[in-house]
Protein backbone atom coordinates (compact mmCIF):
# COMPACT_ATOMS: atom_id res chain seq x y z
CA UNK A 1 0.00 0.00 0.00
CA UNK A 2 1.19 3.64 -0.41
CA UNK A 3 0.66 6.70 1.59
CA UNK A 4 0.91 9.77 0.33
CA UNK A 5 2.90 12.01 2.43
CA UNK A 6 3.63 14.21 -0.32
CA UNK A 7 4.10 15.08 -3.79
CA UNK A 8 6.37 11.99 -4.75
CA UNK A 9 4.47 9.34 -3.21
CA UNK A 10 0.71 11.13 -5.12
CA UNK A 11 2.43 11.16 -8.87
CA UNK A 12 4.00 7.55 -7.95
CA UNK A 13 0.70 6.46 -7.09
CA UNK A 14 -1.00 7.92 -9.99
CA UNK A 15 1.69 6.44 -12.21
CA UNK A 16 0.93 2.17 -10.69
CA UNK A 17 -2.50 2.80 -10.46
CA UNK A 18 -3.07 3.74 -14.27
CA UNK A 19 -1.57 -0.16 -14.75
CA UNK A 20 -4.32 -1.25 -12.78
CA UNK A 21 -7.41 0.63 -13.60
CA UNK A 22 -8.34 -1.62 -16.54
CA UNK A 23 -8.21 -5.01 -14.62
CA UNK A 24 -10.44 -3.17 -12.08
CA UNK A 25 -12.42 -1.89 -14.64
CA UNK A 26 -12.74 -5.72 -15.91
CA UNK A 27 -13.37 -7.55 -12.99
CA UNK A 28 -15.51 -5.18 -10.82
CA UNK A 29 -17.40 -3.57 -14.28
CA UNK A 30 -18.24 -7.08 -15.44
CA UNK A 31 -20.00 -7.91 -12.19
CA UNK A 32 -22.73 -5.57 -13.06
CA UNK A 33 -26.25 -7.67 -14.43
CA UNK A 34 -26.26 -9.06 -18.07
CA UNK A 35 -30.38 -8.64 -17.89
CA UNK A 36 -31.89 -5.48 -19.23
CA UNK A 37 -34.13 -3.70 -16.01
CA UNK A 38 -35.52 -1.12 -15.32
CA UNK A 39 -32.35 0.30 -13.16
CA UNK A 40 -29.64 -0.76 -15.76
CA UNK A 41 -28.78 2.86 -16.37
CA UNK A 42 -27.95 3.12 -12.79
CA UNK A 43 -25.60 0.03 -12.82
CA UNK A 44 -23.55 1.46 -16.06
CA UNK A 45 -19.66 1.64 -14.50
CA UNK A 46 -17.96 4.82 -15.24
CA UNK A 47 -14.32 5.27 -16.44
CA UNK A 48 -12.31 4.09 -13.65
CA UNK A 49 -10.08 7.24 -11.46
CA UNK A 50 -7.33 7.55 -9.17
CA UNK A 51 -8.29 8.75 -5.65
CA UNK A 52 -6.82 9.34 -2.18
CA UNK A 53 -8.79 7.81 1.07
CA UNK A 54 -9.35 10.57 3.58
CA UNK A 55 -11.66 9.31 5.76
CA UNK A 56 -14.99 8.02 6.63
CA UNK A 57 -18.23 10.21 7.61
CA UNK A 58 -21.84 8.29 8.37
CA UNK A 59 -23.02 5.49 7.51
CA UNK A 60 -20.00 4.62 5.63
CA UNK A 61 -19.87 7.47 3.05
CA UNK A 62 -16.08 7.70 1.85
CA UNK A 63 -14.80 10.95 1.93
CA UNK A 64 -11.90 11.27 -0.97
CA UNK A 65 -9.12 13.63 -0.99
CA UNK A 66 -10.08 15.47 -3.47
CA UNK A 67 -13.67 16.28 -1.61
CA UNK A 68 -15.66 14.11 -3.49
CA UNK A 69 -17.85 11.68 -1.33
CA UNK A 70 -18.72 8.33 -2.37
CA UNK A 71 -20.85 5.42 -0.86
CA UNK A 72 -19.49 2.11 -1.91
CA UNK A 73 -22.43 0.40 -4.57
CA UNK A 74 -24.66 -2.96 -3.54
CA UNK A 75 -23.59 -2.62 0.31
CA UNK A 76 -26.34 -1.77 2.91
CA UNK A 77 -24.79 0.05 6.11
CA UNK A 78 -25.29 -2.35 9.38
CA UNK A 79 -27.97 -0.65 11.35
CA UNK A 80 -26.91 -1.93 14.91
CA UNK A 81 -24.03 0.26 16.23
CA UNK A 82 -21.24 -2.10 17.82
CA UNK A 83 -21.62 -3.73 13.78
CA UNK A 84 -21.73 -0.48 12.31
CA UNK A 85 -18.37 0.63 14.61
CA UNK A 86 -16.53 -2.45 13.47
CA UNK A 87 -17.77 -1.65 9.62
CA UNK A 88 -16.11 1.79 10.19
CA UNK A 89 -12.77 0.58 11.80
CA UNK A 90 -12.40 -2.28 8.45
CA UNK A 91 -12.48 1.26 6.15
CA UNK A 92 -10.54 3.40 8.39
CA UNK A 93 -7.48 1.12 8.32
CA UNK A 94 -7.24 2.15 4.77
CA UNK A 95 -7.15 6.21 5.12
CA UNK A 96 -4.28 7.68 3.05
CA UNK A 97 -4.54 4.31 0.88
CA UNK A 98 -4.35 5.11 -3.46
CA UNK A 99 -7.87 4.05 -4.72
CA UNK A 100 -9.38 3.31 -7.92
CA UNK A 101 -12.63 4.55 -7.98
CA UNK A 102 -15.36 3.54 -10.36
CA UNK A 103 -18.44 5.73 -10.15
CA UNK A 104 -22.07 3.60 -11.67
CA UNK A 105 -24.62 5.89 -12.51
CA UNK A 106 -25.35 9.53 -11.42
CA UNK A 107 -25.18 10.88 -8.04
CA UNK A 108 -27.60 10.32 -4.97
CA UNK A 109 -29.83 13.47 -4.20
CA UNK A 110 -26.83 14.04 -1.42
CA UNK A 111 -24.57 14.39 -4.67
CA UNK A 112 -22.93 11.14 -3.51
CA UNK A 113 -21.75 8.49 -5.92
CA UNK A 114 -22.15 5.18 -5.81
CA UNK A 115 -18.51 3.36 -6.59
CA UNK A 116 -17.01 0.15 -6.66
CA UNK A 117 -13.68 0.89 -5.24
CA UNK A 118 -10.46 -1.05 -4.87
CA UNK A 119 -7.24 -0.09 -3.14
CA UNK A 120 -4.84 1.04 -5.71
CA UNK A 121 -1.75 -2.05 -6.60
CA UNK A 122 -3.60 -4.27 -4.28
CA UNK A 123 -6.75 -7.09 -4.84
CA UNK A 124 -8.69 -5.05 -2.23
CA UNK A 125 -12.01 -4.72 -3.00
CA UNK A 126 -14.04 -2.66 0.36
CA UNK A 127 -17.53 -3.67 -0.78
CA UNK A 128 -16.43 -7.43 -0.96
CA UNK A 129 -13.90 -7.04 1.94
CA UNK A 130 -16.41 -5.77 4.62
CA UNK A 131 -19.17 -8.44 3.59
CA UNK A 132 -16.41 -11.31 3.29
CA UNK A 133 -15.66 -10.14 6.82
CA UNK A 134 -19.64 -10.35 7.78
CA UNK A 135 -19.51 -6.42 8.66
CA UNK A 136 -22.24 -5.55 5.88
CA UNK A 137 -24.94 -6.53 3.67
CA UNK A 138 -25.20 -6.93 -0.32
CA UNK A 139 -28.04 -4.70 -1.00
CA UNK A 140 -29.39 -2.62 -4.19
CA UNK A 141 -30.40 -0.06 -1.18
CA UNK A 142 -32.13 2.88 -2.73
CA UNK A 143 -31.84 1.44 -6.40
CA UNK A 144 -33.85 -0.79 -8.15
CA UNK A 145 -31.24 -3.31 -8.63
CA UNK A 146 -28.47 -4.55 -7.44
CA UNK A 147 -25.60 -4.00 -9.76
CA UNK A 148 -23.11 -6.36 -8.61
CA UNK A 149 -25.03 -9.69 -7.58
CA UNK A 150 -21.98 -11.95 -7.20
CA UNK A 151 -21.64 -10.03 -3.68
CA UNK A 152 -24.71 -12.26 -2.60
CA UNK A 153 -22.33 -15.34 -3.35
CA UNK A 154 -19.44 -13.28 -0.75
CA UNK A 155 -22.51 -12.87 1.66
CA UNK A 156 -23.35 -16.35 1.52
CA UNK A 157 -19.71 -17.76 2.47
CA UNK A 158 -19.74 -15.05 5.63
CA UNK A 159 -23.27 -16.68 6.40
CA UNK A 160 -22.30 -19.74 6.21
CA UNK A 161 -18.82 -19.21 8.72
CA UNK A 162 -21.22 -17.36 10.79
CA UNK A 163 -19.33 -14.16 10.63
CA UNK A 164 -20.10 -10.68 12.36
CA UNK A 165 -23.67 -9.79 11.11
CA UNK A 166 -24.65 -13.54 10.39
CA UNK A 167 -23.30 -15.14 14.57
CA UNK A 168 -27.02 -15.36 15.34
CA UNK A 169 -29.53 -17.14 13.44
CA UNK A 170 -31.38 -15.67 10.66
CA UNK A 171 -34.75 -14.16 11.10
CA UNK A 172 -38.02 -16.07 10.53
CA UNK A 173 -40.50 -15.22 8.75
CA UNK A 174 -43.19 -16.52 11.41
CA UNK A 175 -41.34 -15.20 14.45
CA UNK A 176 -44.08 -11.91 14.34
CA UNK A 177 -42.46 -10.85 18.23
CA UNK A 178 -38.82 -10.89 17.25
CA UNK A 179 -39.67 -8.98 13.58
CA UNK A 180 -41.77 -6.29 15.52
CA UNK A 181 -38.56 -5.55 17.89
CA UNK A 182 -36.58 -4.82 14.61
CA UNK A 183 -39.38 -1.82 13.24
CA UNK A 184 -37.69 0.82 11.38
CA UNK A 185 -34.53 -1.38 10.76
CA UNK A 186 -33.09 -3.19 8.01
CA UNK A 187 -33.53 -7.08 7.94
CA UNK A 188 -32.79 -10.47 6.17
CA UNK A 189 -35.47 -12.68 6.97
CA UNK A 190 -35.82 -16.38 5.89
CA UNK A 191 -38.96 -18.08 5.36
CA UNK A 192 -41.98 -20.04 3.02
CA UNK A 193 -43.96 -17.93 1.14
CA UNK A 194 -47.79 -19.42 1.90
CA UNK A 195 -49.55 -17.56 -0.43
CA UNK A 196 -49.27 -14.83 -3.25
CA UNK A 197 -51.96 -12.49 -4.24
CA UNK A 198 -51.75 -10.34 -6.72
CA UNK A 199 -54.05 -6.94 -6.83
CA UNK A 200 -53.85 -3.71 -9.43
CA UNK A 201 -51.40 -2.08 -7.49
CA UNK A 202 -49.50 -4.00 -5.64
CA UNK A 203 -48.68 -7.85 -4.79
CA UNK A 204 -48.44 -9.52 -1.50
CA UNK A 205 -46.32 -12.59 -0.65
CA UNK A 206 -48.20 -13.72 2.70
CA UNK A 207 -45.74 -16.10 4.76
CA UNK A 208 -48.59 -16.80 7.58
CA UNK A 209 -51.99 -17.73 7.32
CA UNK A 210 -54.55 -14.33 7.45
CA UNK A 211 -55.17 -13.51 11.69
CA UNK A 212 -51.30 -14.94 12.65
CA UNK A 213 -48.43 -12.95 13.37
CA UNK A 214 -45.75 -12.73 10.82
CA UNK A 215 -44.09 -11.14 8.13
CA UNK A 216 -46.05 -9.82 4.67
CA UNK A 217 -44.06 -8.81 1.54
CA UNK A 218 -45.45 -5.95 -0.43
CA UNK A 219 -44.22 -5.63 -4.03
CA UNK A 220 -44.84 -2.54 -6.21
CA UNK A 221 -46.30 -2.86 -9.58
CA UNK A 222 -43.52 -2.05 -11.12
CA UNK A 223 -40.54 -4.20 -9.05
CA UNK A 224 -43.97 -6.76 -9.42
CA UNK A 225 -43.41 -6.37 -13.29
CA UNK A 226 -39.51 -6.77 -13.26
CA UNK A 227 -39.62 -10.03 -11.44
CA UNK A 228 -42.33 -11.40 -13.67
CA UNK A 229 -39.71 -10.75 -16.47
CA UNK A 230 -37.18 -12.74 -14.53
CA UNK A 231 -39.57 -15.84 -14.71
CA UNK A 232 -41.20 -15.30 -10.89
CA UNK A 233 -44.62 -15.29 -10.69
CA UNK A 234 -47.33 -16.30 -7.84
CA UNK A 235 -47.33 -19.67 -9.44
CA UNK A 236 -43.60 -19.95 -9.19
CA UNK A 237 -43.27 -18.20 -5.71
CA UNK A 238 -45.88 -19.97 -3.38
CA UNK A 239 -44.41 -22.67 -1.57
CA UNK A 240 -40.48 -21.77 -2.06
CA UNK A 241 -38.39 -21.07 0.95
CA UNK A 242 -36.98 -17.40 0.61
CA UNK A 243 -34.84 -15.03 2.12
CA UNK A 244 -36.25 -11.32 1.72
CA UNK A 245 -34.51 -7.98 2.95
CA UNK A 246 -35.66 -4.82 3.09
CA UNK A 247 -36.54 -1.80 5.79
CA UNK A 248 -39.14 -3.82 8.20
CA UNK A 249 -42.59 -1.49 8.79
CA UNK A 250 -44.96 -2.40 11.45
CA UNK A 251 -49.52 -1.93 10.07
CA UNK A 252 -51.64 -4.63 10.33
CA UNK A 253 -48.27 -6.97 11.26
CA UNK A 254 -44.14 -6.87 10.07
CA UNK A 255 -44.12 -5.77 6.48
CA UNK A 256 -41.48 -5.22 4.03
CA UNK A 257 -41.67 -3.47 0.75
CA UNK A 258 -39.12 -5.12 -1.33
CA UNK A 259 -37.38 -4.23 -4.64
CA UNK A 260 -36.59 -6.36 -7.36
CA UNK A 261 -33.49 -8.34 -6.11
CA UNK A 262 -34.76 -8.52 -2.47
CA UNK A 263 -35.93 -12.09 -3.11
CA UNK A 264 -33.73 -14.77 -3.16
CA UNK A 265 -35.13 -18.24 -3.52
CA UNK A 266 -33.74 -20.75 -1.63
CA UNK A 267 -35.79 -24.39 -2.34
CA UNK A 268 -38.26 -25.53 -4.51
CA UNK A 269 -41.68 -25.24 -3.75
CA UNK A 270 -43.40 -27.05 -0.92
CA UNK A 271 -46.79 -27.83 -2.43
CA UNK A 272 -49.52 -28.97 0.27
CA UNK A 273 -53.05 -30.62 -0.50
CA UNK A 274 -55.00 -29.19 -1.74
CA UNK A 275 -58.70 -28.45 -0.42
CA UNK A 276 -60.99 -26.44 0.99
CA UNK A 277 -59.41 -25.62 4.44
CA UNK A 278 -55.94 -25.35 2.66
CA UNK A 279 -57.28 -22.72 0.34
CA UNK A 280 -59.65 -20.73 2.97
CA UNK A 281 -56.46 -20.58 5.20
CA UNK A 282 -54.39 -19.15 2.06
CA UNK A 283 -56.54 -16.97 1.04
CA UNK A 284 -56.28 -13.87 1.06
Given at each position: MIRTDGKPAEWRLYRMARATAALVLATLGAAAPARAAPGAAECRPEPARIEIFAGVGLRGEIRLASGARVVLDSVRWPDAPEAAEAARAWLDARRGDGLVVVPRGPPDRWGREHADIQVADTDIDLAGGLIAAGLAFSDADERDSLCRPALRAVED???????????????????????????????????????????SARTYLDFVARGEDGLTVTVSKRTWRTMRTRGLSAASLEGRRVRVRGILEVWRGPTVEANADGVEILSEPDRREAGPTGERELRR
Open positions: AARDKKLGLWRESPLQATDGPALRAREGRFVVVEGHIRHVGER
